[in-house]
């Protein structure tokens, strides 16, 4: 059973940055894309950076020009590199993915959840 496993979460003052990583437990054929989503207390899980299988990239408007997303193919691993960072942008990241396993199935992923905390 692939997991996606996620590090990088912490504490920061307003204005800080932080980098989250995330990475599949276990070998898979292909990855269709992974991304970043986040949820606040009472709030939506929202989508807030996507990359694809070719590079390509969409964020969200509200962190588009702070944050930013990028892959390590030879790894399997996704970045979400996040600067200049809000109290509002207190919340639990998860890091979303849809891999194809070796039995050439799509399936989406999700990770477990790592807080991000932006307090003075």
């Known amino acids: 059973q692939v997991q996606l496993v996620e590090s990088g979460g912490g504490s920061v003052q307003p204005g800080g940055s932080l980098r989250l990583s995330c990475t599949p437990s276990?070998?898979?054929?292909?990855?269709?894309?992974m991304g970043w989503y986040r949820q606040a207390p009472g709030k939506q899980r929202e989508l807030l950076a996507r990359?694809?299988?070719?590079?390509?990239?969409n964020y969200a408007d509200s962190v588009k020009g702070r944050f930013t997303i990028s892959r390590d193919n030879a790894k399997n691993t996704v970045y979400l590199q996040m600067n200049s960072l809000k109290p509002e942008d207190t919340a639990v990241y998860y890091c979303?993915?849809?891999?194809?396993?070796?039995?050439?199935?799509?399936?989406?992923?999700w990770g477990q959840g790592t807080q991000v905390t932006v307090s003075s």
């Open positions: 990359i694809t299988n070719g590079g390509m990239t």
């Open positions: 276990a070998s898979i054929f292909n990855i269709n894309y």
């Open positions: 979303n993915a849809v891999l194809q396993g070796s039995d050439y199935v799509s399936r989406n992923y």
